[in-house]
């Protein structure tokens, strides 16, 4: 089954304590998105990766990194979470130049206290 | 960059009638427009979308229409039912090169049996 997948779906986690998200796609995918989403602000990109160590920065990238090693893998890092990021964030992923209708992970709930 | 303002932020109608949702955006390089449907706790999904080579697109009830002048394109949903309840989200990308997109702040539409 063609799908993007998240991990943790939940979490709650303390201020300063390095976590990673996994988001991970197996439909071959070139391009890939982070996204958080937070109530009356809609969807905003953190980080976005058009192919293997391709990566740029979205729109509010401040506080989190990104690898893309492999093609199917993306995994949003957060060094040091602070209670600001407490948000749902989505992974996201389409075929790339000329195909960029994206596919949605199921979303991930993070905390931070 | 982009910025995309989506109008109304909430929408109610009853059951049959017809559902519109307005988006505008200011930068010209944009040339791709999606619309997703968020259920209540779960992903976006993509429902339609439109490029700036098309004015109008339509799929069974949902069609988009886009005016690319006036930089602004909006979502119709006709004969609306229960289950079109969600929240809607529009969003806008330059479409060929880049991986990179803006969205609207979202529209919770109500459909009243």
């Known amino acids: 089954e063609a799908q993007v997948t998240q991990n943790p779906r939940y979490l709650i986690t303390v201020t300063g304590k390095k976590l990673t998200v996994t988001c991970s796609q197996n439909?071959?995918?070139?391009?890939m998105s982070w996204y958080r989403q937070d109530p009356g602000l809609g969807l905003r990109q953190i980080y976005y990766?058009?192919?293997?160590?391709?990566?740029d920065k979205g729109d509010v990238p401040e506080g989190y990194k990104v690898s893309r090693k492999e093609k199917r893998n993306f995994p949003l890092i957060l060094e040091s979470p602070s209670p600001n990021q407490t948000s749902l964030y989505f992974c996201?992923?389409?075929f790339g130049t000329g195909s960029i209708e994206q596919y949605f992970g199921p979303g991930t709930r993070l905390t931070v206290t | 960059g982009e910025n995309v303002e989506q109008h109304p932020s909430t929408l109610s109608v009853q059951e049959g009638d017809s559902a519109v949702i307005k988006c505008t955006y200011s930068?010209?390089?944009?040339?791709?427009f999606p619309w997703y449907k968020q259920e209540l706790g779960k992903r976006p999904q993509l429902i339609i979308d439109?490029?700036?080579?098309?004015g109008e697109k339509k799929d069974q009830r949902i069609a988009v229409t886009l005016n690319k002048t006036a930089k602004h394109f909006s979502l119709h949903i006709t004969e609306t039912q229960p289950e079109d309840s969600a929240v809607y989200f529009c969003a806008a990308s330059e479409g060929y090169t880049g991986n990179q997109f803006y969205f609207g702040t979202g529209t919770s539409l109500t459909v009243i049996p």
């Open positions: 996201a992923s389409s």
């Open positions: 990766s058009m192919n293997v160590e391709v990566t």
């Open positions: 930068d010209s390089a944009s040339n791709y």
């Open positions: 439909m071959n995918h070139e391009y």
């Open positions: 439109i490029r700036s080579n098309v």
